[in-house]
């Protein structure tokens, strides 16, 4: 019997592919990757288990992947101010190059002659899994049921789900495609795809209505080494425990939620909801730390930079030798990244509103208006003479 390493989520369509699959003459093995997508109780670990077991997997892998995903993944891609279109934070394009490289690594162990997905046609994650596992392994095979199956919609999935005993927990009426890690959560599909209409509050997993917050707003501070957040408050923490804490802070006060309409790889362009309270707030704050301690000409070429990291990685090309040349770039640009930035978070909004650092290239003595001023304003005229230069005409 041919075997397939599926990228298993516990979700409604990779629960569907083990029975379809089996039913094809798959022997179907399952991989799990914990990226810190709520599995952390055994009790979810297990029913996610036995929900690919009764689906028709014959094994089933699950291994936690988060301090390599955090590490490896995160901190690079936070380090580069990487946002996509402005608002995507990029946390289901981030975790799916860490994925693929297990499930090449388990088909090997296996023996098993392809890997197996349950990304859409129309979606970006197919080419972030298939471009990674062929770069790693091209001779495997790769399925991707979603795209050649018979069913047309998520109701089709659920009766299916249901004829053949598979336990799911979407709904008819709340059937919202998910994808969620310690970075974040991004949701779409249902009502979302409805313009005109406000997400639903039911559609928000993590973070509370920045209207029905408290009328009094929340002081913290990060402190960062070299381009990494290693304390919030002045209390120490392991990053994966760091990003924890600050998405339930951040959720309690409405922060990090943003609504996109964003331009897919494949040419079209779809709505989604995301969920990111640390990455919003780890993002300011780095962000803010950068335009304390770079200089101009560097802090005005790093954005650059950065729109071209966030499109590499939103592609899937997280190993192209392009983005390997942008890591050398972005690091040489975090040695002086140190520093400590205060954060009000209030009403949905995250603002920095404190700026501390050795590094710091703000001279209070240059920018005051005060009677401490030591700026010789005389030396302005000559200045713009010369800067003017080149434009008359």
Same mark, same amino acid.
């Given at each position: 019997m041919k075997k397939v390493v599926l990228a298993y989520s516990g979700g409604l369509d990779t629960s569907c592919i083990v029975k379809w699959l089996t039913d094809k003459g798959y022997e179907v093995v399952c991989f799990v990757a914990d990226l810190g997508q709520g599995l952390g109780k055994g009790e979810d670990l297990d029913a996610i288990e036995?929900?690919? !077991?009764?689906?028709?997997a014959t094994k089933v892998y699950i291994k936690d992947l988060q301090d390599? %995903?955090? *590490?490896? %993944?995160?901190?690079?891609? !936070?380090?580069?101010?990487?946002?996509?279109?402005? #608002?995507? /934070? /990029?946390?289901?394009? /981030?975790?799916r190059p860490l994925i693929a490289k297990y499930l090449?690594?388990?088909a090997h162990k296996e023996k098993a002659i392809a890997i197996a997905h349950g990304c859409t046609g129309k979606g970006n994650e197919?080419?972030? %899994?298939? +471009?990674?596992?062929?770069? =790693?392994d091209a001779k495997l095979e790769i399925l991707a049921p979603v795209r050649v199956w018979e069913f047309k919609s998520r109701e089709e999935e659920i009766e299916y789900a249901r004829e053949n005993g598979i336990p799911i927990d979407v709904t008819k009426k709340k059937p919202y495609s998910i994808d969620r890690n310690i970075w974040g959560i991004s949701i779409e599909s249902g009502v979302l795809e409805n313009l005109e209409q406000e997400p639903p509050e039911d559609a928000y997993m993590i973070t509370s209505s920045p209207s029905g917050q408290s009328t009094?707003?929340?002081?913290? *501070? +990060?402190? %960062?080494?070299?381009?990494?957040?290693?304390?919030i408050d002045g209390?120490?923490?392991? /990053? #994966?425990? !760091?990003?924890?804490h600050l998405n339930e802070i951040g959720g309690l006060y409405g922060v990090g939620r943003s609504d =996109? +309409? *964003?331009?897919? =790889?494949?040419?079209? #362009?779809s709505r989604e909801i995301y969920e990111a309270p640390a990455a919003t707030i780890l993002h300011i704050a780095h962000k803010e730390l950068e335009n304390l301690v770079l200089d101009r000409e560097l802090a005005h070429f790093k954005e650059i930079i950065a729109l071209k990291y966030s499109e590499l990685v939103y592609y899937g090309l997280w190993y192209s030798a392009l983005k390997d040349a942008l890591d050398g770039f972005v690091n040489s640009t975090q040695k002086y990244v140190t520093g400590t930035i205060r954060l009000k978070l209030f009403k949905g909004n995250c603002v920095a509103v404190g700026r501390k650092s050795k590094n710091s290239l703000y001279k209070k003595e240059l920018s005051t208006y005060g009677k401490e001023d030591k700026f010789d304003q005389k030396l302005a005229e000559g200045f713009i003479k010369l800067w003017g230069m080149p434009y008359k005409r």
């Amino acid at each position: 019997m041919k075997k397939v390493v599926l990228a298993y989520s516990g979700g409604l369509d990779t629960s569907c592919i083990v029975k379809w699959l089996t039913d094809k003459g798959y022997e179907v093995v399952c991989f799990v990757a914990d990226l810190g997508q709520g599995l952390g109780k055994g009790e979810d670990l297990d029913a996610i288990e036995e929900r690919a !077991l009764a689906a028709g997997a014959t094994k089933v892998y699950i291994k936690d992947l988060q301090d390599e %995903f955090v *590490e490896d %993944f995160i901190i690079p891609a !936070l380090k580069a101010n990487a946002v996509y279109e402005g #608002k995507y /934070l /990029l946390a289901t394009a /981030l975790g799916r190059p860490l994925i693929a490289k297990y499930l090449v690594d388990i088909a090997h162990k296996e023996k098993a002659i392809a890997i197996a997905h349950g990304c859409t046609g129309k979606g970006n994650e197919q080419v972030r %899994f298939e +471009v990674t596992a062929e770069e =790693l392994d091209a001779k495997l095979e790769i399925l991707a049921p979603v795209r050649v199956w018979e069913f047309k919609s998520r109701e089709e999935e659920i009766e299916y789900a249901r004829e053949n005993g598979i336990p799911i927990d979407v709904t008819k009426k709340k059937p919202y495609s998910i994808d969620r890690n310690i970075w974040g959560i991004s949701i779409e599909s249902g009502v979302l795809e409805n313009l005109e209409q406000e997400p639903p509050e039911d559609a928000y997993m993590i973070t509370s209505s920045p209207s029905g917050q408290s009328t009094y707003p929340k002081y913290i *501070e +990060v402190y %960062f080494e070299k381009g990494v957040p290693k304390r919030i408050d002045g209390r120490a923490y392991k /990053l #994966k425990t !760091l990003i924890s804490h600050l998405n339930e802070i951040g959720g309690l006060y409405g922060v990090g939620r943003s609504d =996109l +309409v *964003e331009n897919r =790889l494949v040419g079209i #362009k779809s709505r989604e909801i995301y969920e990111a309270p640390a990455a919003t707030i780890l993002h300011i704050a780095h962000k803010e730390l950068e335009n304390l301690v770079l200089d101009r000409e560097l802090a005005h070429f790093k954005e650059i930079i950065a729109l071209k990291y966030s499109e590499l990685v939103y592609y899937g090309l997280w190993y192209s030798a392009l983005k390997d040349a942008l890591d050398g770039f972005v690091n040489s640009t975090q040695k002086y990244v140190t520093g400590t930035i205060r954060l009000k978070l209030f009403k949905g909004n995250c603002v920095a509103v404190g700026r501390k650092s050795k590094n710091s290239l703000y001279k209070k003595e240059l920018s005051t208006y005060g009677k401490e001023d030591k700026f010789d304003q005389k030396l302005a005229e000559g200045f713009i003479k010369l800067w003017g230069m080149p434009y008359k005409r």
